[in-house]
């Protein structure tokens, strides 16, 4: 998505939201043309808006946006059937340019649209994910082939697209890897995660954010749950959650999600089964390419385990230190992260046709 110019005045007109408050001019979308601009606008006023309510901090955020931001952003979430908070199909997959655009899709040649406090470590923690998004393609070509493979009952096809999404979750992996370089853990738990959280099972705000002359809204906040690319993949292996916490969390969070994505997610829930398709073939050499996906997807699950570890638990361990409050540590969009992780995977583990 392109920049220049209108992320330029978004800027400024930041600045002046956090300054003047309801002093600010009030913006109108009925200029925006098309889907492009409709989605550069929701990204902008994502952005205002969390700096706008948690400029004071974690302990003291601001209860009500005015109506100068209200009104626009709510406008524009309705024309776009997404809700008005950051999401993560705005600050991941739209908040990105190239710097050089005759250059590679790599982190060298990549910048943000919009910052958060934080510098490199801000600018790494979006492009990090957008990378490992960017890796997750091949695996969506995978599924469409599997899928339609599965119509004509072509096992090679089947096998083939299988082989696609195993190495799309390897290189996923491999992309989140380089959080450990370009994110620094105390930077990102301690200037950058607030202005992820949202106002849903969140005690600073018990009633969620007032929305001026709209509503008032329990929204979750921005995390890699968001992500439609694995909930794709665990539509196609047939993963299950075991709690039903989680189960009630993923199937909620689609409405975070852009309507298309989460209309692909649903369609693939309702077409045959892939494990079973796979299981009654009685080809071993499928059984176990099916299998290896799911490790795969195990592994990426793990690791995403050990960066909470590495993000979360261990600098808020330093962030409390001597404070004898026991501290649930919960994820931007309102989990208790770890367990929450913990209870995908293992869910994930459950459908492997030979469990070893």
């Not at 008005?84 to 908040?95: F, M, S």
């Not at 250059?103 to 934080?118: Q, S, V």
């Not at 090679?156 to 959080?179: A, I, P, Q, T, Y």
């Not at 809204?217 to 968001?226: N, P, T």
Request: glycine fraction near 8%; charge should be negative; charged fraction near 20%.
């Amino acid at each position: 998505m392109a920049a220049g110019r209108d992320a330029e005045v978004m800027l400024t007109y930041c600045s002046l939201c956090l300054s003047s408050g309801h002093q600010m001019p009030l913006l109108s979308i009925t200029h925006l043309e098309g889907h492009r601009e409709q989605r550069m606008a929701h990204l902008a006023l994502g952005f205002i808006t969390m700096g706008y309510v948690w400029q004071e901090g974690e302990h003291q955020p601001v209860k009500t946006l005015p109506r100068q931001l209200a009104e626009p952003y709510c406008r524009v979430s309705e024309a776009l059937d997404m809700p008005p908070i950051l999401l993560y199909a705005d600050c991941v997959l739209a908040n990105w340019k190239l710097r050089d655009p005759a250059g590679p899709f790599e982190i060298e040649n990549l910048d943000t649209i919009f910052k958060f406090p934080g510098k490199e470590s801000c600018r790494g923690f979006f492009l990090v994910s957008l990378l490992v998004e960017q890796a997750a393609c091949t695996g969506m070509e995978g599924i469409v082939m599997a899928m339609n493979s599965m119509l004509t009952q072509d096992n090679r096809g089947v096998h083939d697209g299988l082989e696609m999404m195993n190495k799309s979750l390897e290189e996923m992996k491999k992309m989140f890897g380089l959080m450990r370089k370009h994110v620094e853990p105390n930077v990102f738990y301690g200037t950058l995660r607030i202005f992820f959280t949202g106002w849903k099972d969140n005690p600073t705000l018990p009633d969620g954010l007032c929305y001026e002359g709209v509503f008032t809204r329990q929204l979750r906040g921005g995390s890699a749950a968001q992500s439609s690319s694995i909930q794709c993949f665990d539509a196609l292996l047939g993963v299950r959650q075991v709690e039903a916490s989680a189960d009630s969390y993923l199937k909620d969070i689609r409405s975070y999600m852009p309507p298309a994505h989460r209309q692909l997610i649903e369609v693939l829930q309702h077409r045959t089964p892939l494990r079973s398709y796979v299981q009654s073939s009685g080809e071993q050499d499928l059984i176990d390419t099916y299998d290896k996906c799911v490790k795969a997807l195990v592994d990426l699950r793990c690791y995403h385990l050990q960066a909470v570890t590495s993000y979360v638990s261990a600098p808020s361990k330093t962030a409390y230190r001597g404070d004898p409050t026991p501290r649930e540590e919960k994820g931007t969009g309102g989990t208790d992260a770890f367990h929450f992780l913990k209870s995908v995977r293992d869910s994930t583990k459950n459908v492997l046709i030979s469990p070893e």
